[in-house]
């Protein structure tokens, strides 16, 4: 079985030998605000690691002829791959990539026992470092351009050892630039690929494309390529970009300056989503709010400085409740902890039950608030807010982990009231609210957090 694990120095490397330098690939803490929840690994990146792979064991010389690949779902950094020969017969060959025993990359080969044409028609070194483009969706329609081929072959050579002149790189790496930094630009999921390798008379070094057809409803976008030796189409989507929360001036409108008055709350979570929602609206009724984070130390001090203009009294301090030695120090001591520690919320295999997954929850919902509750209670905590979920009503076969999970974590809440018994423990089941973490390439109903959120502040008050 062969297996790999791509790290952020891999992804740096591949963005410096394709041009392609969006966020969502390099920039992990930028990266957990988009649909995917973390850095995900370049489509092309996993493909050509396929390819290597595969070319270990070819017969010398082989020239591959052309290439469909699927990236069905995305891979994240430190994401275990599998290397998963499916057929090989007459030239044909079916590969998969797999995490967790998802499939994630499909492809399909065909090739030949024959050398490929020496392709000398690129600028020799790395692509030139831009910023993505931030295209509107209605501007991608009809688009067109050109894009100029690099290839660095030392640096090609060190990440795909195997593959020589196998296939035109220069076009390849030239894609995944398209879509990442070009067309859509910022926002965009690369979904398939379907290219075919020839001779050819065309000596102008540069990929061209063009947009064939948008389909805004879902944000997809079909992109008609051709470049020297290369010939195909591309599918890309329009992924949703992050989701603003309501500002704190404008929820001054609807809480009353001192209906929370007296608390000292802490907000596990509260750098973004449902925990930066509730930050703002307790401070906006007159709470003396602290926010944590984990990673997102900008996202975290945004907020802040966005409460205190608005006229409340906010901070923000970094916490990881995994971490079984953090301490919050003895300056400040909450009367009130609202608890929005989260990992990303994957789901899982429909009819299936991953332990592992199911233990990842459980770290956050169970043990790591756990941890937090027994050491403000020694502080002299006596209120905490503790959002579940419907999901563990509606039991959705793809999300039974984190269901069950939260289902542990109202358990967990009994308990600690006994333990404690001047302890109280909110524990309402939320509905499906819009944030970074319910974002979706599909229509879905998703309700405000603002009314659900204050609803449930006053319930808990």
């Not at 690994?41 to 052309?66: K, T, Y």
């Not at 189409?233 to 603003?244: I, N």
């Not at 429909?350 to 770290?363: D, E, R, W, Y």
Request: proline share 6%.
């Amino acid at each position: 079985m062969i297996t790999r694990d791509f790290c952020l120095a891999d992804q740096l490397a591949f963005g410096e030998l394709s041009g392609d330098f969006n966020p969502v690939h390099i920039a992990p803490v930028a990266a957990r605000r988009s649909i995917f929840g973390a850095a995900v690994v370049h489509g092309i990146h996993s493909l050509l690691w396929a390819l290597d792979v595969w070319s270990q064991d070819r017969p010398q010389p082989f020239n591959i002829n052309s290439i469909r690949a699927d990236f069905a779902r995305p891979i994240r950094l430190r994401d275990v791959v599998t290397y998963s020969l499916i057929s090989e017969l007459d030239g044909q060959t079916q590969i998969h990539l797999l995490v967790d025993q998802f499939v994630t990359t499909k492809i399909k080969l065909k090739w030949s026992h024959a050398p490929a044409p020496e392709l000398k028609l690129f600028t020799v070194g790395f692509p030139p470092r831009e910023d993505p483009k931030v295209l509107a969706m209605r501007d991608a329609e009809n688009a067109s351009g050109v894009l100029p081929l690099y290839l660095d072959r030392a640096a090609a050579a060190r990440l795909f050892p195997h593959l020589g002149r196998a296939l035109p790189l220069a076009q390849l790496l030239a894609t995944t630039r398209l879509v990442g930094m070009e067309c859509p630009g910022l926002h965009s999921f690369y979904s398939s690929l379907d290219v075919s390798f020839r001779e050819d008379a065309n000596i102008t070094p540069v990929l061209a494309y063009e947009v064939t057809k948008l389909d805004t409803r879902y944000g997809l976008v079909m992109i008609a390529v051709t470049s020297p030796n290369m010939a195909g189409k591309l599918t890309a989507f329009f992924r949703p970009s992050h989701q603003e929360q309501a500002h704190s001036r404008a929820l001054q409108a609807i809480v009353s300056r001192d209906e929370f008055a007296g608390q000292r709350a802490l907000v596990v979570g509260g750098s973004r989503g449902l925990g930066e929602v509730t930050a703002k609206l307790l401070a906006a009724g007159g709470a003396d709010v602290k926010l944590t984070y984990h990673q997102g130390a900008d996202d975290a001090l945004r907020v802040a400085a966005e409460i205190t203009s608005a006229g409340g009294t906010a901070g923000c301090l970094q916490l990881n409740v995994l971490d079984q030695t953090c301490t919050l120090g003895d300056s400040w001591t909450p009367t009130h902890l609202y608890y929005f520690a989260s990992p990303l919320i994957a789901s899982g295999r429909p009819g299936a039950f991953s332990g592992a997954l199911f233990q990842v929850f459980c770290n956050y919902y169970v043990l790591g608030f756990h941890r937090l509750v027994e050491k403000l209670c020694a502080q002299g905590l006596k209120r905490a807010f503790y959002p579940s979920t419907v999901f563990i009503d509606e039991l959705p076969p793809d999300l039974s982990e984190y269901a069950v999970a939260k289902m542990a974590g109202e358990e967990l809440c009994r308990f600690l009231e006994k333990a404690h018994l001047d302890l109280h423990i909110y524990r309402p089941r939320l509905p499906r609210m819009s944030t970074d973490q319910t974002a979706s390439f599909m229509p879905t109903e998703q309700k405000d957090p603002v009314p659900v959120l204050l609803e449930h502040l006053h319930a808990f008050r």
